[in-house]
Structure formats: structure tokens, C-alpha cells
């Protein structure tokens, strides 16, 4: 598959195992084996440039890992990441490619833990400045950390105050300055809103859009809430267990789930609009990564699992409705679901 | 009118520190009916869950109950000394938390727990409570109860270990319980498997409920009244459906606006600019009338109480007759 003209990151077949094995000794003294857990298996998918593409799941799913493989904290087990034609995996040891460290930035779930709350906020926000020798003289420096400040809704004199004088919002409009001061052009926002109140989530997520519009930037947007992710995203992917099992654009996901899981995600959403309609709460938890279970994954849970899917894990294969989806049943024909505002569920 | 479970009247609570008193909560008031969930919403430092502690009497000091009053079936238990409060907690009021793993003790088994918090709020014998112990677990749709009583809170799930803090809560099979945040620590899947777990029982027992939560749409589905709070004060109470459908209040309206919702698909969500003010520096009059969009010059100097605005009452001078400037 080569890239589109307009591709700007690339995931193929990308994988991350941790060897979560006890202590040497341990094993050895108890006859245990090597354990592997395979955060992420063999995710692929491809961004745009300029638009914003979802990543949703429960805990565990291996979306943070993702994230992480993309801006290069984690390095690679299988795969390969290209960001605008250069190899991601070279960023993740040693020096890397520093082009690639300004383009790429990361925007993290707590802005409690990801703001030194040592540092004044004009030194956090100038560090990739200083980092990347962007600008010479401290004048200029201060001057474009005052711009950036501005920029995301803040005073320039509150460069002077430490994170802890700030709130939970506010700090992570300084994570979002930090990011940007580098001149990024892709940012991966990790549950960027998790920690904040709906009021204030209202407030990050609309400067975000605001800045996406003003700067042309691209962004890896990484959520558990569905629909924080309907609001942001263009397209959105959704994982289980390390695997993404659907991925199609925003319009088609929710009018149209194809997948199983996607569609106990869709029916699991409070439903704040009242409509009365009974929600049917899906049976199970997801499994222990460390022994998932053979062929699909979510075939413990799934109401329209056959022997197949015991078996034979599904790959990700182009669904009638435009995205794609990885589900026998769906490939086979043999789950065919009625779009979701009908509510109903058929199969033949 | 039946007399309500339970009545909170002017409610006030504060924390002495060395600059001053600082107020958490001011002046709520509200009532919960037998069986009725009411749903307290509110942004946090909105003193939700200082409320619930209140009622619970597991005010953390130096925090205090300064003023008002709250009856449990037409008794006051503000007032109760410590020993007294302990035969009421959990008899009679139970509680739920927001992370399970907290509020179960891991060096013992949930079974051992469970039999305990039984034995001590009911004459019953160790086997028969035991017995009663395994009926809560199914209930509560712990697959295979009688041997997993014997597990402890570290072999459970986090959606599982919510179910067994249900058990415990409901153990004594107390008339009310208060709900903080129970489901916020979950995944969405599983919260919505614990809703609809806490919906049934509630429906079955006939308990009362008071459901702490940041998130309207769990208020939506599970609550028949909702109380809105910031800033320590309830702005806007009224039956779920009115207060969301219709929100009176200019903070429930920016609120609901704010919630990224699933139908439609706008550019930008509503915003309320600001934050929330912090204890120390809570403004004169109304506490909102500095976010507000529509604050004229009562807001400014006098606090508004709740009045009646269409089907819910609201604490906002745009619903004193006959004062619309």
C-alpha cells in the first residue's frame, strides 16, 4: 500500500509487547513460563493531514499505547509508523530525528502529573523552544512563549505563576502551549479532557477545534467517552483488547456500527436525550490481556459468535457500509444489523 | 404528602482554617421521599459529596456542620453522638463509593465482610448470615457466589468489586442510600451494567437513593429528581426530565450545552467561560453572576433563593415576578 498524496502518519501493522515475566529467579526456582502481554497487535490505519482521528476503547485496550508508539516513548515490537514519509521508530532511542520531535507532540490525560511544578509556566512552555534552538535571546523566547499564552487563552503575565496556581483547565492550556510551541503539526491527545469537568472539557475542546482551524493541525485524539470523540473526530477507530475492530468515518460509525463491540459501546452511552428507549447492558467484562482469549477476541461476549470465531482471528476487511471491520459475522453476512437509531437488532 | 425520608433544612458546612471560615456548602436544603432517587449534580468543589459525607456523618475535621439540620424519618441525626451515628450507618443509611477497592478492606475475604457488616446491624446467626451473604452476591449478579465468597477484593474485577460494595451497602437493608460517584471509576460498558444493577434493586427493595455524580447522562437514566449545585448551593431542583430538557437556571443551561451529545453535529460546544470560584473568594450576591450571561444588577448584591420557574425551582433573580430588567 503506498501512501496517499495527503497521508501524514501511517500505522502498519504496528505491535507492542511488555515482557511482564516474573523475576528470573522466580521463574526458574517456580517453572513458570515467559509471560507477553501484547498491548498492541498489528493496528494499522493512516491519518490526514489536518483532520482529527478518534481512538476509543475501555481500559486496557492499548489506546495509550498507541499513542505512545507514535510520538516514539515506546519503541516498536513489530511493525512500522512513518509520519509524512520519515520512520517514527528511529525517534524512540538515541537523538532521532529532530524534525520529527517538533512535528510531533503529545498532549497528556493529567495536567497535574505532566506540568513541573517546579518550573514557572514561561520556562515550561519555552523548553522545546530552548530544546529545539528555535529562537535565539531570551527576548525572543519570552516574547513568543507571551504569543503562544495568548493564543490558548491565558494572560501573558501568567507566565510568571507556577502550575499550582492554576486549574485543572487552565493547566491543560499550558500543555497544549507547550506542544504548540514548537511549531508541532500533529498532535496525540491522550484523554486531553478526562480529568475536567464537563464545563470546563466544553472550554478545552473548542479551543482545540479553534486552533486545529487556525493552524491546520492534525490530531491522534484518544478518549474513552464516545461522545467527546463524535464531537472532535472526522473518522474514528475503536479498539479491543490491542486490536482495532472498526474504523470508519464518524457519520457511518454511529449511524451504522458494524461491529459487535462497537455497537455495545453505542447502546453502553447514557442516554441524556431521555428517549426512554431500554438499554440492553452487555454481559461480561473484557478479558485478562495476558491470556485473551483464541480466535476474536470479543467472542466471549459476543451474542453472535460461532465456531469460527473460536477459532480464526478476524482481520480488518472492508465493510458494505464504507469503513472497515474486523467480524466474521459481518464478512460472512450472517450479522446484519438494521442501522442503530432503529434500535433493533436482526439476525438471519 | 407523605413525610419524606429524609429532610435536609439549611444545611450549612464549614472548614475553620487559619484565614477564616471557608463555607463549602450554604443554605441546601432538600427533601428525599421513600424509594425516590434524587440525583445531585455539580462540577467538583460544587460540595456534592461534602453534603452526602454530611448525612453519612463521615465529615472529615476540621469540617463541620455549622448550621441547618438533617432528619432521618422525622429524627435528627446531625446531632448524634459517634456510637449512635455507627447504628445508623449502614442500617439504615448505606453508602456507596466511587473506588471499590477503597472501601473493601483487602486483608479480608468479601464473604467475611459481607457476614460482619450483616452480623452487626442484624440478629443473625454466623450460617444464616453467610446464607444471607450468598443471596446478596447473586443478587447482585456475582456469577458463582458461594465460592467466590471465600475471594478476596484483589481477585475481582473493578465492575465486580463494585457489585460487592452494592452487596455490602444493601446488606443491612437500609431505606436510603448515598451514591457517590459510583460508577465514575468504571468503564463505560461496565457502568452502564452498574445502573442498571442499582436501578433494579432500588426498584425491588424500595430504597431510597441519593446519587452523587458529575455526569448528567447517568442522572438521566437513573434519577427522578435532580438538585444541580455550584459553588456549595443548589441553583436548580426539579424532576429529572424538566431540569433537563428545560433548564432554568443560566448554569444547568450552559451545562447541558456543554455536554458533547451524540445528535447533531455542532462546531462548537456551548461555553461557559471562567471557572468556578474557590472557597475563599466566593462573590457577593449571586455566586454564578460573574459567568453569567444574563446577570443584571440584583445579581450583584443579593443572593436569589430557590423559586418556582416552570416545573422546577431555580435560585436566579430572572424568576422573581415582576423583576426582569
Known amino acids: ?348 | 404528602m407523605t413525610q419524606a425520608l429524609l429532610d435536609v433544612r439549611h444545611l450549612r458546612i464549614e472548614f475553620p482554617t487559619r484565614r477564616g471560615i471557608l463555607t463549602a456548602v450554604d443554605d441546601v436544603s432538600f427533601e428525599i421521599a421513600p424509594g425516590e432517587v434524587l440525583g445531585v449534580v455539580g462540577e467538583s468543589g460544587a460540595g456534592k459529596s461534602l453534603t452526602g459525607a454530611a448525612i453519612i456523618g463521615l465529615l472529615e475535621p476540621p469540617g463541620r456542620v455549622a448550621a441547618g439540620e438533617i432528619l432521618l424519618d422525622g429524627m435528627r441525626i446531625d446531632r448524634l453522638s459517634h456510637d449512635e451515628m455507627r447504628r445508623i450507618r449502614g442500617r439504615r443509611i448505606g453508602a456507596i463509593f466511587q473506588d471499590p477497592l477503597a472501601s473493601l478492606d483487602p486483608l479480608y475475604s468479601i464473604g467475611h465482610q459481607l457476614v460482619e457488616t450483616i452480623r452487626t446491624h442484624l440478629p443473625l446467626s454466623e450460617s444464616a448470615a453467610r446464607a444471607r451473604a450468598i443471596d446478596l452476591l447473586q443478587e447482585v449478579g456475582i456469577p458463582a457466589a458461594a465460592r467466590r465468597i471465600g475471594h478476596y477484593p484483589h481477585q475481582f474485577s473493578g465492575g465486580m468489586r463494585q457489585r460487592v460494595v452494592i452487596a455490602l451497602a444493601l446488606a443491612a437493608q437500609p431505606r436510603l442510600i448515598i451514591a457517590d460517584e459510583p460508577t465514575t471509576a468504571l468503564d463505560v460498558s461496565i457502568q452502564s451494567q452498574i445502573i442498571t444493577l442499582l436501578k433494579r434493586l432500588c426498584r425491588d427493595h424500595g430504597t431510597a437513593v441519593m446519587l452523587i455524580t458529575h455526569d448528567m447522562g447517568v442522572i438521566a437514566e437513573t434519577a427522578d429528581r435532580v438538585a444541580v449545585m455550584y459553588a456549595g448551593r443548589i441553583v436548580e431542583i426539579g424532576p429529572v426530565s424538566a431540569v433537563i430538557r428545560a433548564p432554568k437556571h443560566p448554569y444547568t443551561i450552559g451545562l447541558m450545552g456543554s455536554i458533547p451529545s451524540l445528535v447533531g453535529d455542532r462546531e462548537h460546544l456551548v461555553q461557559i467561560d471562567g471557572s468556578m470560584p474557590r472557597l475563599t473568594a466566593i462573590p457577593a450576591g449571586c455566586p454564578f453572576h460573574p459567568r453569567c450571561s444574563r446577570v443584571f444588577d440584583r445579581c450583584l448584591h443579593e443572593r436569589p433563593d430557590l423559586i418556582d420557574a416552570g416545573a422546577s425551582r431555580a435560585a436566579c433573580w430572572l424568576y422573581a415576578a415582576g423583576d426582569r430588567t
Not at chain 1, 490526514?48 to 498507541?66: A, F, Y
Not at chain 1, 516513548?73 to 520512520?87: E, F, K, N, V, W
Not at chain 1, 472532535?232 to 458494524?258: C, H, N, S, W
Open chain 1, 1 to 348: 500500500m503506498t501512501p496517499a498524496r495527503d497521508t501524514l502518519l501511517q500505522v502498519a501493522h504496528a505491535g507492542k509487547t511488555f515482557d511482564v515475566s516474573p523475576p528470573w529467579l522466580t521463574r526458574v526456582l517456580g517453572r513458570q513460563h515467559r509471560l507477553l502481554l501484547h498491548a498492541v497487535d498489528d493496528v494499522s490505519f493512516d491519518i490526514l493531514r489536518g483532520e482529527t482521528l478518534g481512538l476509543v476503547g475501555e481500559s486496557g485496550c492499548g489506546k495509550s499505547t498507541v499513542a505512545r508508539l507514535i510520538v516514539g516513548l515506546y519503541r516498536l515490537s513489530s511493525g512500522a509508523i512513518t509520519y509524512a514519509g520519515m520512520d517514527v521508530g528511529t525517534l524512540a532511542y538515541g537523538r532521532g530525528n529532530r524534525t520529527l520531535r517538533r512535528k510531533l507532540q503529545m498532549i497528556f490525560q493529567d495536567p497535574y502529573a505532566s506540568l513541573n511544578p517546579r518550573w514557572r509556566v514561561v520556562d515550561i512552555v519555552a523548553e522545546p523552544i530552548r530544546a529545539q534552538r528555535l529562537l535565539r535571546g531570551r527576548r525572543a523566547t519570552v516574547a513568543r512563549v507571551d504569543a503562544l499564552l495568548t493564543q490558548v487563552g491565558l494572560a501573558a503575565a501568567d507566565g510568571h505563576k507556577y502550575p499550582h496556581q492554576f486549574s485543572g483547565g487552565q493547566r491543560q492550556r499550558i500543555s497544549i502551549a507547550r506542544a504548540l510551541a514548537s511549531e508541532a503539526e500533529f498532535l496525540v491527545c491522550d484523554e486531553p479532557t478526562s480529568a475536567l469537568d464537563v464545563s470546563v472539557q466544553a472550554q478545552v475542546l473548542n479551543l482545540m477545534r479553534d486552533l486545529q482551524r487556525a493552524l491546520g493541525l492534525t490530531y491522534l485524539f484518544i478518549s474513552h467517552n464516545l461522545a467527546v470523540v463524535h464531537h472532535v473526530a472526522d473518522r474514528i477507530g475503536v479498539m479491543y483488547l490491542g486490536r482495532i475492530v472498526e474504523l470508519a468515518d464518524k457519520a457511518t460509525l454511529f449511524a451504522t456500527p458494524q461491529h459487535p463491540y462497537t455497537r455495545m459501546l453505542l447502546d453502553a452511552i447514557p442516554d441524556i436525550a431521555m428517549s426512554g428507549k431500554a438499554r440492553t447492558p452487555v454481559a461480561g467484562e473484557v478479558p485478562n490481556p495476558l491470556a485473551p482469549p483464541p480466535g476474536c477476541t470479543f467472542h466471549p461476549r459476543c451474542p453472535y459468535a460461532n465456531e469460527r470465531c473460536r477459532v480464526e482471528v478476524p482481520l480488518l476487511k472492508r465493510a458494505p457500509t464504507g469503513g472497515v471491520v474486523a467480524c466474521h459475522g459481518i464478512e460472512e453476512r450472517r450479522i446484519n444489523f438494521a442501522p442503530h437509531d432503529a434500535g433493533v437488532l436482526k439476525e438471519t
